[in-house]
Nanobody
Framework: QVQLVESGGGLVQAGGSLRLSCAAS????????MGWFRQAPGKEREFVAA????????YYADSVKGRFTVSRDNAKNTVYLQMNSLKPEDTAVYYC?????????????????WGQGTQVTVSS
């Protein structure tokens, strides 16, 4: 099992920045690929970004490309999501997820473990 705990969410004005963290514990060797997803009220959970084990491969949703950066520190078993130039439409609960294999996936069903989520609210 892999346990994931997100932190760093909060309330920010449009144009501001936040950095989310996801701390992994347990059998972290099963977290080959780490992903970030988000879910706004009344909407389905959607892919945001993902990073491979060595951090050499990343993938972003078009809606966040150029504004968000995903990275990982395997020594700390932590994945980060730096969010800049935030917009009100970025408001959602953000979830961290782990997938025990490659390739990077943008599909929720391909991830094996999930965190509890952290709320991000962007005011206009």
């Amino acid at each position: 099992q892999v346990q994931l705990v997100e932190s760093g969410g909060g309330l920010v004005q449009a144009g501001g920045s936040l950095r989310l963290s996801c701390a992994a514990s347990g059998r972290t060797a099963r977290s080959n690929t780490m992903g970030w997803f988000r879910q706004a009220p009344g909407k389905e959970r959607e892919f945001v970004a993902a990073v491979s084990w060595f951090g050499d491969t990343t993938y972003y949703a078009d809606s966040v490309k150029g504004r968000f950066t995903v990275s990982r520190d395997n020594a700390k078993n932590t994945v980060y999501l730096q969010m800049n130039s935030l917009k009100p439409e970025d408001t959602a609960v953000y979830y961290c997820a782990a997938r025990g294999r490659l390739p990077i996936s943008t599909t929720t069903r391909n991830y094996d473990y999930w965190g509890q989520g952290t709320q991000v609210t962007v005011s206009s």
